[in-house]
């Protein structure tokens, strides 16, 4: 008689312990899901102001890099200048001293 819900109880307690059943398990998925939510939404904060950091650093790094090439550049175009005059005597030997300061450099770290 239990099959067609004649016994005790009758067919409404059925499809409401089948409604609990996946109201439950709705709610179980529900807070599995807010949990996986929640940890994307940090995640995606954290990458936000990493990447900000990231760009800050790379607009650092462009300025200084400018500002370097523009001392480069006039300390060749004052190098320049000092090749064209008749001071290449001077330029000679200043450009030997340089290679010998870096050989002993060179030698000095090789030798540590």
Known sequence: ???AGLGEGGPGNYVASGYSVYEEENQHLQEGLRAKVSALKSLTIDIGTEVKYQNKMLEDMDSDFDSTGGLL??????VKQLSRGSQTKLLCYMLLFC???FFVLYWFIKLR
């Open 1 to 3: 008689m239990r099959r």
């Open 73 to 78: 550049g006039a300390t060749i175009g004052r």
């Open 99 to 101: 290679f010998f300061v």
